[in-house]
């Protein structure tokens, strides 16, 4: 499965500090669940990478609405 195709699968996503000082992406589905931890700085990493993704997706749906 790549980053376009599409899937039926529901998931959660819970984002937050963990008491060790780290940055914790939780994933869940169903019975499924998976922790990630990070150094602040690899999750600011993560961040920059989550908003540059959304802005090129902004700019596709605004090129497709031209």
């Known amino acids: 499965m790549g980053i ?9 996503l819970q984002i ?4 060790q000082g780290m940055v914790r992406i939780f994933v869940f589905a169903g019975k499924l669940e998976i922790p990630m ?5 690899e999750a600011q990493e993560i961040a920059e990478e989550i908003l540059a993704a959304a802005q090129a997706a902004q700019g596709i749906v605004a090129s497709k609405k031209r």
Do not use: K, V
């Open 4 to 12: 376009n195709s599409e899937s039926d699968i529901e998931a959660n």
């Open 16 to 19: 937050g500090p963990t008491d």
């Open 37 to 41: 931890d990070f150094e602040p700085e």
